[in-house]
């Protein structure tokens, strides 16, 4: 009987365990109290938005972008060393 509650027990955490990872992998809708945790999936959709926008940054564009900023400064700092 012992070793059938320690079975018992065994199976449950682990189904526990794996319940846990499902909601975490799948995310858990929002409910009263509780707010909402998005899944991996959508986790790592918005981290590849925000890496796309750091890339845009390290690239020169329209001006608007830090390396932009970098290449004024160093410019400037050129013509006054220059001089």
């Known amino acids: 009987m012992v070793l059938l509650w320690?079975?018992?027990?065994?199976v449950r955490q682990v189904v526990v365990r794996v319940d846990d990872f499902v909601?975490?992998?799948q995310g858990v809708p929002g409910r009263p109290g509780v707010p909402e945790?998005?899944?991996v999936?959508?986790?790592l959709d918005a981290i590849e938005g925000r890496l796309s926008n750091v890339e845009h940054?390290?690239?020169?564009?329209s001006?608007?972008?830090?390396r932009d900023a970098v290449d004024r400064v160093d410019r400037r700092t050129r013509q006054?060393?220059?001089e």
């Open 6 to 10: 320690r079975l018992v027990r065994g």
């Open 23 to 25: 909601d975490d992998w």
């Open 37 to 39: 945790r998005p899944g």
């Open 41 to 43: 999936m959508a986790r």
């Open 57 to 61: 940054e390290l690239h020169p564009n």
């Open 63 to 66: 001006g608007a972008s830090l």
């Open 80 to 82: 006054l060393t220059d």
